[in-house]
């Protein structure tokens, strides 16, 4: 069974672009999640997606958005990049997102803002 | 609120000793904890959990981790260190008190084995 996938790993945007990150999670998973990882702030939750519909989410601006499409593929995308938003992106599936189940994450996405 | 505690940032302990990464959490309500291990430039990989039953868990790799509910802890124990488990450690807590699924993560523990 294929793991979950993330595209693409690395990249390098300037300020003030935007960027959209793409995530397959593992076949039959309805729930994807994502997550930032920054050496100052660690493992923050920005969103989680459900059957196409945000189910939950984190404290973030509203640059960062997200949506997924029916086979349960899911983007984020972030718009008027900041320096700040330099990070790893880590998205996560889970079959149902329930509480009692671990969640499988991707290898990330290395943004990097310059 | 809930939050989780990793006090150390870094462990360092030689090969073929026990090792132990320590986790507290405060939550609401019931807690379901979980370790995650991060290798460089990896994502996460999902080692173990506790949801309800018996205190004492068994994971991926042998590691075990051990739930105790008075000191609100949920320590990381391997009884022999090989160097091949020197990685980032992060210990979350999800909690069905709260309004949403998300993992609430540790600040990670950097583990280093040394030869």
């Known amino acids: 069974k294929a793991g979950v996938t993330q595209t693409p790993r690395y990249l390098i945007k300037t300020r003030g672009q935007q960027v959209t990150l793409s995530c397959s999670p593992i076949?039959?998973?309805?729930?994807v999640s994502w997550y930032q990882q920054t050496p100052g702030q660690g493992l923050q939750f920005l969103f989680e997606y459900f059957s196409e519909t945000q189910r939950n989410k984190g404290n973030f601006p509203g640059r960062f958005s997200g949506r997924q499409f029916s086979n349960s593929r899911s983007e984020m995308n972030v718009s008027t990049l900041e320096l700040g938003d330099s990070a790893l992106y880590l998205c996560?599936?889970?079959?149902?997102?329930?509480?009692?189940?671990?969640?499988?994450f991707g290898q990330g996405t290395r943004l990097t803002v310059v | 609120a809930q939050s989780v505690a990793q006090p150390e940032d870094q462990v360092n302990v030689a090969e073929g000793n026990p090792l132990t990464v320590k986790c507290t959490y405060s939550v609401s309500g019931n807690p379901y904890l979980f370790w995650y291990v991060q290798y460089p430039n990896r994502g996460l990989q999902f080692l173990l959990k506790?949801?309800?039953?018996?205190?004492l868990v068994k994971g991926s790799y042998g590691f075990e981790a051990e739930f105790n509910k008075s000191q609100t802890s949920f320590h990381l124990k391997k009884p022999s260190a090989l160097v091949s488990d020197s990685a980032l450690y992060f210990c979350a807590v999800r909690d069905l008190a709260n309004t949403g699924n998300q993992f609430y993560f540790g600040t990670g523990t950097s583990l280093t084995v040394i030869p």
């Open positions: 996560a599936s889970s079959l149902e997102g329930q509480v009692t189940t671990e969640a499988f």
């Open positions: 076949s039959g998973h309805r729930s």
């Open positions: 506790y949801i309800t039953g018996d205190n």
